[in-house]
């Protein structure tokens, strides 16, 4: 057993002696290449023109990674390059350059990871990976932290404001900046940005067909290959960009845009990020951002111009390396005169300071653009901001112009038009008096519809004190009164009064501090309704003496140039006080809300009885009317959605009289004595004589509504579908009448009586002194 084990071991050293001395490699066979490039600091050196760079360079710490390894694209200026920029700064030698300047400069030529032209624009976007998408990349460069005093800002109060004093605050966001560059395959995969753009976003330079630019540097030498990385020789020296909103004070300006960067920083806020050392004084000190309030849907800002990536608000991809927002700055100059001017914002406010953040921040928002060539030449006459509301943006306006880090800044000498108060919203926007219009407008999202150019419209506004008294929508009885509004909470209290239920006369909601969700919704229904009765989606001609229907599907009458009434009530009419005309309509100030109808369409005909009294029978014998909870007075058409609108011609007594006569339909007091068979077919036949008389569509003598509509009745379905009886109705203002005539023949089958345009709820009654059959 020894003698196995002492042979076993034998072999296993002779093993091990053959692989270490017998068998060991030739060093020529993994000696490194000659012709192998150097790593990019030796590649630097041994090109011969980037000395200037290279001295640059052995000042920081990055001589290291950039001489070990790793894996780097630099973008060097030539030594000619440097030259320049030393001779137009003033400095003899790269030695006279300030440490911290010289620093920055290397740190934003180091870009991180190794691309060639082709991989620098790869990037991702909605679809995937491809060529052309991206134009930066991230650099080794972060701004520094800087110390201001808040004392010279007017920033936001939030509840973690500390107070007014001297603080460091770190502008990167903790972000890397990145570089601009371009190269013909970006151009290629956008539509909307072109070369001679180019020339525009950088005065006095040009882009070469198939050529590369980082800012407005020409790049003389492309994809220079290293160990670690690829060099780019660029001919003039590229320092860290400056944001959008550092801009606003750059000194070749004069100051010029400062009173735009004040209204910005009414948004701004200090964001405490921790406690951090400062290295200057070896001291433990608060750090903060200078964060802003952004969000189109809050009336805030629409993004943050300080911040270096790209707003996720505008697109839920991270799209920093392949898009630019786009910061359009009216000077000071432009900012005063627009407001001293003949301009709606002049007209409410005599300083910008006065303005509320809502205000303030849709006028902003005007100058706002998700993407940076928007307001390049290629895209002109087609300019929508952030909203996606046009702006009349001209590049005659244009004074200076310049390529941030984190998009494109323009600087005008023109305040633009803002569709959120040249339209029929503007007064609702900017005049205080009408707050709770405007609350109810917003609760409906039609806010949006009614900055529309494409529309005409009429407002007539309801204040904030005129909501007093006003009938309920949903009710014949009840009244409202707005007692309170905290805005704060956007809640707004109601006092009820008139119904019929004691219980119901209360204010809602009760605790204005705590509300139910029952009361809020009662409350908010109830305004907007209201509300809807006061817009109409056209001009009215005040001096039409003609009807209009409002957004809330009832009808109003305007005449003798300023009256409007409406509600069945032409006699009481509200006053128009004064007029302000916007791009898309009118907005009128009134005595008082417009009427909205306080019956059904049971109640209006009771109150006209002498008239109708025949009808109300045949309706009450078909069972035609339903009863209303807690009304006693009114009552429901049992086959009407009132979500939309109706007519009724409505067969006085003597044609209803001629219809029993004609043997069309029993006599309605006789029902009782029919046997249950003969009381089943005489009730049908008098729902149908019912049915034919209300009409799907609401027609005044307005003399524009006009055609074949059909009515109520169908006395066939085919495929599943009725086929409701129709009539042809031509319509006279003039004579205030509707003709009545068969589609087919044309031939005419009566005509409206004396009672006309009856504003019952949701239906309009005309008299006619023949019945339908």
């Known amino acids: 057993m020894l003698k196995n084990i002492t042979k076993r071991t034998g072999v296993i050293m002779l093993f091990i002696i053959i692989s270490t001395f017998g068998c060991k490699p030739d060093p020529l066979e993994f000696a490194r290449p000659k012709d192998l490039a150097g790593t990019i600091y030796s590649q630097l050196e041994s090109m011969g023109n980037f000395n200037h760079y290279l001295q640059s360079i052995d000042k920081t710490e990055y001589k290291a990674p950039l001489v070990k390894g790793g894996s780097w694209t630099i973008f060097a200026p030539t030594d000619e390059a440097f030259e320049k920029f030393m001779q137009a700064e003033g400095y003899t030698s790269v030695d006279d350059i300030p440490s911290d300047r010289l620093l920055h400069l290397v740190q934003y030529s180091i870009i991180i990871s190794g691309w060639n032209t082709n991989t620098l624009t790869y990037g991702v976007n909605n679809t995937g990976f491809y060529a052309g998408s991206n134009f930066k990349r991230y650099t080794q460069y972060k701004d520094t932290i800087e110390t201001i005093n808040t004392e010279n800002y007017k920033l936001y109060e939030t509840a973690n404001t500390p107070p007014p004093g001297v603080y460091r605050v770190d502008p990167s966001y903790g972000r890397i900046k990145p570089t601009t560059y371009f190269l013909q395959s970006y151009f290629d995969a956008k539509s909307n940005f072109e070369i001679a753009d180019y020339g525009f976003m950088f005065p006095g330079e040009t882009f070469s067909q198939d050529g590369m630019k980082v800012f407005e540097a020409n790049v003389s030498q492309t994809n220079i290959v290293a160990e670690n990385g690829l060099i780019y020789a660029l001919d003039k020296v590229i320092e860290p960009r400056k944001t959008q909103y550092q801009n606003l004070t750059s000194e070749e300006y004069g100051g010029k845009y400062t009173r735009f960067k004040e209204l910005l920083e009414r948004f701004g806020y200090m964001n405490f990020r921790g406690n951090v050392l400062n290295e200057v004084t070896g001291e433990t000190e608060p750090l903060y951002y200078l964060s802003f309030l952004t969000g189109i849907t809050s009336n805030n800002l629409p993004f943050n111009p300080y911040d270096e990536a790209y707003p996720r608000l505008l697109n839920n991809v991270d799209r920093t390396l392949a898009n630019g927002t786009g910061l359009v700055v009216p000077t000071n100059d432009a900012l005063e005169a627009y407001l001293q001017g003949d301009s709606i914002l002049g007209q409410f406010y005599d300083s910008y300071d006065d303005m509320p953040l809502d205000v303030l921040g849709k006028f902003l928002s005007t100058f706002f653009f998700t993407d940076f060539w928007t307001l390049c030449p290629s895209n002109q006459g087609q300019t929508l901001n952030v909203g996606l509301q046009p702006v009349d ?326 495929d599943f579908v009725p086929v409701y009886d129709e009539y042809l109705f031509e319509n006279d203002h003039a004579t205030s009448n509707l003709t009545i005539k068969k589609p087919a023949t044309g031939a005419v089958i009566t005509e409206t009586g004396a009672v006309t345009n009856l504003l019952s709820k949701r239906v309009i009654i005309h008299e006619i002194e023949n019945y339908l059959n």
Request: proline content about 4%; some cysteine; charged content about 20%.
């Open 393 to 718: 943006y001209s590049l005659d306006d244009v004074v200076d112009q310049k390529f941030c880090s984190n998009g494109f800044f323009v600087g005008v000498d023109k305040v633009y038009t803002n569709a959120n108060f040249s339209t029929i919203l503007g007064p609702l926007l900017l005049d205080p008096n009408y707050t709770i219009m405007l609350k109810a407008v917003q609760d409906l999202g039609i806010d949006v519809a009614l900055q529309s150019k494409g529309s005409q419209f009429s407002v007539f506004g309801i204040k904030n004190d005129q909501f007093v008294n006003i009938a309920d929508p949903n009710s014949d009885s009840r009244i409202i009164t707005i007692k309170d509004w905290t805005e704060d909470l956007s809640v707004i209290q109601i006092t009820v009064s008139g119904d019929s239920n004691a219980a119901n006369n209360r204010d809602y909601p009760i605790d204005i501090d705590r509300p139910t969700s029952a009361d809020v919704s009662y409350v908010t229904t109830t305004l907007k309704d209201i509300v809807l009765n006061q817009i109409v989606e056209k001009s009215v001609d005040l001096n039409s003496n003609n009807y209009y229907a409002t957004k809330s599907g009832e009808f109003i009458y305007a005449s003798e140039g300023n009256k409007v009434s409406g509600g069945g009530n032409l006699n009481d009419p509200s006053l128009v006080l004064s007029t302000r005309n916007t791009d898309n309509g009118n907005f009128y100030e009134m005595s008082r809300p417009i009427e909205r109808p306080l019956r059904f369409t049971y109640g209006a005909l009771v109150d006209n009885s002498a008239t109708f009294s025949k009808f109300i029978e045949v309706m009450e014998a078909a069972a035609g009317f339903v009863a209303i909870p807690n009304n006693s007075t009114d009552k429901l058409v049992s086959f009407l959605n009132l979500q939309r609108t109706f007519t009724l011609l409505a067969p006085n007594n003597v044609a209803v009289n001629q219809a029993i006569s004609d043997g069309v339909i029993v006599e309605p007091s006789t029902i009782s004595s029919l046997s249950a068979l003969e009381q089943a077919i005489a009730k049908q036949n008098l729902l149908n004589f019912a049915k034919r008389h209300f009409i799907q569509q609401a027609i005044p003598t307005n003399g524009t509504t006009v055609g074949s509509y059909p009515s109520m009745y169908f006395g066939k379905v085919i």
